[in-house]
């Protein structure tokens, strides 16, 4: 049983950053992991995803080149870099773990969130 807790969310202006992270701890973590977000009244989406090594990275279109994805294995963390944050950029952010892929169903373990308020 993989455990995730998420942390660095906050409010920020438009145009401002954030760096979210994410602990692992109880089980392995060489899953794939993923960010996912989802803003009030709407479906969960996906942000972004790494593989184990990160040699393969998967984006959101309404994030690319804003938002970056990293991880590090020996501390068991994964990582979102947040650049030009826009007032859509609002939401609760999680973690997951699972299988690569952009559907909720891919994922296995989930955290808790972190909410995200860009204002404008």
């Known amino acids: 049983q993989v455990q995730l807790v998420e942390s660095g969310g906050g409010l920020v202006q438009a145009g401002g950053s954030l760096r979210l992270s994410c602990a692992a701890s109880?089980?392995?973590?060489?899953?794939?992991m993923g960010w996912f977000r989802q803003a009030p009244g709407k479906e969960r989406e996906f942000v972004a995803g790494?593989?184990?090594?990160?040699?393969?990275?998967t984006y959101a279109e309404s994030v690319k080149g804003r938002f970056t994805i990293s991880r590090d294995n020996a501390k068991h963390t994964l990582f979102l870099q947040m650049n030009s944050l826009k007032p859509e950029d609002t939401a609760v952010y999680y973690c997951?773990?699972?299988?690569?892929?952009?559907?909720?169903?891919?994922?296995?373990?989930w955290g808790q969130g972190t909410q995200v308020t860009v204002s404008s």
């Open positions: 997951a773990a699972g299988s690569i892929g952009m559907k909720i169903d891919n994922y296995l373990y």
């Open positions: 790494i593989s184990w090594t990160g040699g393969t990275l």
């Open positions: 109880g089980g392995t973590f060489s899953y794939y």
